[in-house]
């Protein structure tokens, strides 16, 4: 066993006139990841603490969290790469909740905005079959696929931190993705979010969002290539007007 000092942000809009932190000294195991840590103070120690989780397998993406100032998946964390003070905070960028658990709204409202699923070129009955495609044109899009909307890239953007109209990483990645998806015919509904000066453009290409992406999606790849297209769209535009 070792026992490490837990400092938890701690803000109740409700009650308190500012966030504070909490210090829990925390027995944990050699295995133990910092959600575990956390699991224990729930369980043992202040049954109020508020934050989310589910999965513990870094799927679900909702126990994203700033551990000592970096935004991690906390059951991705080991508390054996960690010294023995560990400060935990909710993913930044993001108003709070309570306690760790962040105001997801302007995410999602920009999810649903970037219409992440397959607009059908045509529609076809269920008598005429899938909508097959080749394996290359499955890896076109893979690797911005693996999205799990846990929200790391946006608390490490400085772009967002400086200016919130910016659609953001996830959003625009997947984006690309659906609009790269052979089966897909939706690219046209989507460059109003997309190529607009909030979308593509407002990103500075620091790459943060792909640094710190639990699943190595690259969003930062996916929002440059993305400007490459917006680009072409747009002179395409003025030379080929007919092939809108």
Same mark, same amino acid.
């Given at each position: 066993?070792?026992?490490?000092?837990?400092?938890?942000?701690?803000?109740?809009?409700?009650?308190?006139?500012? @966030?504070?932190?909490? %210090?829990?000294?925390?027995?944990?195991? !050699?295995?133990?990841?910092?959600?575990? =840590?956390?699991?224990?103070?729930?369980?043992?120690?202040?049954?109020?603490?508020?934050?989310?989780?589910?999965?513990?397998? =870094?799927?679900?993406?909702?126990?994203?969290?700033?551990?000592?100032?970096?935004?991690?998946?906390?059951?991705?964390?080991?508390?054996?790469?960690?010294?023995?003070?560990?400060?935990?905070?909710?993913?930044?960028?993001?108003?709070? !909740?309570?306690?760790?658990?962040?105001?997801?709204?302007?995410?999602?409202?920009? $999810?649903? =905005?970037?219409?992440?699923?397959?607009?059908?070129?045509?529609?076809?009955?269920?008598?005429?079959?899938?909508?097959?495609?080749?394996?290359?044109? $499955? !890896?076109?899009?893979?690797?911005?696929?693996?999205? %799990?909307?846990?929200?790391?890239?946006?608390?490490?953007?400085?772009?967002?931190?400086?200016?919130?109209?910016?659609?953001? @990483?996830? =959003?625009?990645?997947?984006?690309?993705?659906?609009?790269?998806?052979?089966?897909?015919?939706?690219?046209?509904?989507?460059?109003?979010?997309?190529?607009?000066?909030?979308?593509?453009? !407002?990103?500075?290409?620091?790459?943060?969002?792909?640094?710190?992406?639990?699943?190595?999606?690259? @969003?930062?790849?996916?929002?440059?290539?993305?400007?490459?297209?917006?680009?072409?769209?747009?002179?395409?535009?003025? $030379?080929?007007?007919?092939?809108?």
């Amino acid at each position: 066993m070792r026992e490490i000092q837990l400092e938890v942000l701690r803000y109740s809009p409700e009650t308190d006139s500012e @966030p504070r932190f909490e %210090i829990f000294q925390v027995p944990c195991q !050699e295995d133990w990841v910092v959600l575990d =840590a956390i699991n224990h103070v729930k369980d043992h120690m202040d049954s109020s603490l508020t934050y989310r989780w589910s999965c513990h397998m =870094a799927v679900c993406g909702s126990c994203g969290m700033m551990v000592n100032g970096e935004p991690v998946l906390s059951c991705k964390a080991f508390i054996r790469d960690y010294p023995d003070k560990i400060r935990v905070e909710p993913l930044a960028n993001f108003p709070i !909740e309570k306690d760790l658990v962040v105001v997801m709204d302007d995410f999602m409202e920009k $999810l649903k =905005a970037s219409k992440p699923y397959i607009i059908p070129k045509e529609e076809k009955s269920l008598d005429d079959g899938e909508y097959l495609q080749t394996p290359l044109q $499955l !890896e076109a899009f893979k690797q911005y696929s693996m999205c %799990i909307n846990c929200m790391l890239c946006y608390a490490a953007c400085p772009q967002y931190a400086l200016a919130p109209e910016f659609v953001g @990483p996830a =959003a625009l990645a997947l984006t690309y993705r659906y609009n790269k998806d052979s089966r897909d015919g939706g690219k046209a509904e989507r460059a109003h979010m997309f190529s607009k000066s909030e979308g593509v453009w !407002e990103c500075s290409f620091v790459g943060a969002c792909s640094e710190v992406c639990p699943k190595h999606v690259d @969003p930062a790849a996916a929002i440059q290539l993305g400007k490459v297209e917006s680009a072409v769209d747009y002179f395409k535009s003025f $030379l080929m007007p007919w092939s809108r």
